[in-house]
């Protein structure tokens, strides 16, 4: 089942969008399609708005930092559901730390405001288009953004400690 | 010119006079947690409103990425502390999955048992807050005493009642003692009475009635759109269920109904909640049939790499002192990969999105907390209610500010 969805999705992407396709494979538990940054609002909305495949709940999404990947040290994902026949996909987008700008979702899923807030607050990335991008657990003024793979959760300055004994 | 001035002036005032700014917490005693609501009100009635949520937010996902996979489960805990077992075994569940190790039937029927409860617990707490804060105190202290009797439950299982860090990666950390299947049994006679007792209370009390009906009510569709879950989208009339949708720990083999609301209302959430913990008494029977079934004394997968082994062993066998050491510093080695497992929390899905890169701790840990997602409808679903709506409709969304602000 899962090999006829990531075939059937991989080809409807490719004929809308072509170019702006870029991988597809088959992960663990779930299919997952490479697209091109710029177009993810349109790939989302096509997936929402496809009779066939109508992936019409976000369930989450989330933000990964890759910082030795030159050139692609940030991916998106967006994982999708079909409730109705419960089917799942995840899509990601892929690009690099000097441009940060990613088209927010927010016209298609309500619940992409709080998510979108929530990987902005923590890694920095701008959703265009967002009504309301500000940080959300973290304070105002904190002036970086935490997740991001150069912030040690440890005191980097603390000398007493040596993190490879206490399984760190 | 003057006149002008004048008149956008009084239009100033006008406008003043007519919205007031309500600050509803964050330390408000009716939010039930640390929430602040920026509400614009006329009069009574709420025209707008804007949450600030974070005050208790402790960088989990941060800690997991410093955290071997095996002392992930602690921080688990304290995601949604109602129900605390459900995120255990979420999290146990996604390394399993990663990992593709196999859990034995008997160890899957007990952490059917085991969140199950939690469930009874966590929907006992809720509903009986809905009725406090309709003044009903009564319920509240009376069925509070079987969320107690969860908690001496868990207590005799792993000796912790709310931050319970049941279970470890493979199974359980230790069998059901003879005293935790009284106990069990015990609650199994006394709960279904009590709960009873309960419904009498408020199911068709007029007044309970007249305060939840149509009180902070949500569609269908927009609740979708918010990617709600949990009994808070089963009340807007959609049947989704994760224990059914993508069975885990056997849920497949059991016999239960999912109870569905259709408009949405505070009313519909509580009935939800209500008629679920039938179905989780209903399941909680079925597992202990299905468990006498199984051969005795299994209460762990095969995976001595991730199980602590008992004491005495690891003072008397070296096999098991040389694993006792591997897991507590963190030396297991979990295959590359991403994975996403998402089991029914308390309050909807609960969803751990791991990556791995083969070391000793996940690369990322990513988790989709159902709190977190339906709160941001909050403002939409108290727009036009009244400030006492307002109250009312937090305290039946379920909302818990450790899984919120995680």
């Not at chain 1, 009504?131 to 980097?156: F, S, V």
């Not at chain 2, 399993?96 to 048992?113: D, N, S, W």
């Amino acid at each position: 089942m899962e090999n006829t969805l990531l075939d059937k999705v991989a080809e409807k992407l490719k004929t809308q969008f072509g170019d702006g396709f870029v991988s597809s494979s088959m992960n663990v538990d779930y299919p997952e399609f490479v697209v091109k940054r710029d177009i993810i609002c349109e790939v989302v909305d096509f997936l929402y708005k496809d009779e066939e495949l109508a992936f019409q709940y976000l369930t989450t999404m989330a933000t990964i930092h890759y910082p030795e990947n030159q050139g692609h040290e940030f991916a998106v994902m967006y994982q999708l559901h079909n409730l109705p026949k419960n089917l799942r996909i995840r899509i990601k987008i892929v690009f690099s730390s000097s441009d940060v700008n990613v088209p927010s979702i927010t016209s298609v899923f309500s619940a992409a405001n709080w998510m979108e807030r929530q990987e902005y607050d923590f890694f920095g990335i701008i959703f265009r288009g967002h009504p309301n991008l500000k940080r959300i657990l973290n304070m105002d003024d904190l002036g970086y953004h935490p997740m991001r793979k150069e912030y040690a959760l440890e005191d980097g300055t603390r000398e007493d400690k040596a993190d490879k004994m206490f399984g760190r | 010119m003057s006149k002008d001035k004048n008149t956008n002036k009084n239009q100033e005032l006008i406008e003043e006079k007519e919205y007031s700014t309500l600050n509803l917490g964050p330390t408000h005693p009716a939010t039930h947690g640390i929430f602040q609501n920026v509400l614009k009100m006329d009069g009574e009635i709420i025209m707008d409103s804007e949450a600030t949520v974070g005050y208790i937010h402790r960088a989990f996902e941060k800690l997991a990425e410093r955290r071997p996979y095996y002392q992930i489960t602690p921080i688990t805990d304290r995601l949604n502390y109602c129900s605390s077992p459900i995120n255990n075994m979420g999290w146990h569940m996604t390394v399993e999955k990663l990992m593709g190790i196999e859990i034995p039937k008997r160890v899957q029927y007990m952490r059917v048992i085991i969140m199950e409860l939690a469930r009874i617990a966590d929907h006992v707490i809720c509903n009986s807050v809905i009725g406090v804060d309709t003044g009903a105190m009564t319920g509240f202290l009376y069925i509070f005493q079987m969320r107690e009797r969860i908690y001496d439950i868990y207590e005799e299982l792993c000796g912790a009642r709310l931050t319970t860090n049941i279970g470890r990666i493979g199974g359980l950390e230790r069998d059901f003692s003879p005293k935790a299947w009284d106990l069990l049994d015990k609650f199994l006679k006394d709960f279904p009475p009590a709960l009873k007792e309960f419904e009498n209370l408020l199911m068709r009390n007029r007044i309970f009635m007249d305060r939840t009906v149509n009180c902070g009510p949500i569609s269908a569709e927009r609740a979708l759109n918010y990617s709600f879950s949990g009994p808070n989208l089963r009340a807007a009339g959609v049947d989704y269920d994760v224990r059914v949708m993508n069975p885990y720990s056997s849920y497949e083999e059991f016999d239960f109904i999912i109870p569905v609301g259709t408009q949405g209302d505070t009313y519909d959430r509580f009935m939800v909640r209500q008629q679920e913990m039938w179905e989780s008494v209903k399941i909680i029977n079925q597992a202990i049939a299905k468990i006498k079934k199984e051969p005795a004394g299994v209460y762990h997968a095969d995976v001595p790499e991730f199980f602590l082994p008992p004491k005495e062993e690891v003072y008397n066998n070296m096999e098991a002192l040389i694993y006792h050491f591997k897991i507590v510093m963190g030396e297991t080695e979990i295959p590359k990969g991403e994975v996403y497992h998402a089991v029914e929390g308390g309050n909807g899905e609960l969803g751990f999105y791991l990556i791995s890169d083969g070391g000793r701790t996940p690369y990322r840990l990513h988790m989709r907390r159902p709190c977190f997602i339906y709160y941001q409808a909050y403002a939409e679903m108290i727009k036009g209610q009244m400030l006492s709506d307002a109250i009312l409709t937090m305290s039946s969304m379920n909302v818990i500010a450790g899984e919120l602000d995680a």
